[in-house]
């Protein structure tokens, strides 16, 4: 089970940091990732990181502004999100696999995720 948490509502030029903790399941054997949808739109990958590899892949909109990072001790990955803009509003949503090496930007390539958390930025 993953659980997001850390969402809320941000003035643009603002952070957050949003966590997912896993229960059941050591964090570490997984990729794991963070995708967000807005209303009208499909999800999209923001973050994730290649199984087997300690690779990290940002989406262009979010490079530089938002870091993906793990404590496996605490089996929890984080979301620093700073600089936040308007068009950055949506439910984020952490996600894990196993066994699929290569970078996996499609939804349908993660097995495991979590409610959601949602991210409001105000302009």
């Known amino acids: 089970q993953l659980v997001e948490s850390g969402g809320g509502l941000v003035q643009a030029g603002g952070s957050l940091r949003l966590s997912c903790a896993a229960s059941?399941?050591?964090?570490?054997?997984?990729?794991v990732g963070w995708f967000r949808q807005a209303p009208g739109k499909e999800r999209e990958f923001v973050a994730v990181t290649v199984w087997g590899s300690i690779t990290t892949y940002y989406a262009d909109s979010v490079k530089g502004r938002f870091t993906l990072s793990r404590d496996n001790a605490k089996n929890t990955v984080y979301l620093q999100m700073n600089s936040l803009k308007p068009e950055d509003t949506a439910v984020y949503y952490c996600a894990a696999q196993m066994g699929r090496s290569g970078v996996r930007l499609r939804s349908h390539e993660w097995d495991y995720w979590g409610q959601g958390t949602q991210v409001t930025v105000s302009s």
């Open positions: 059941g399941r050591t964090f570490s054997n997984y990729a």
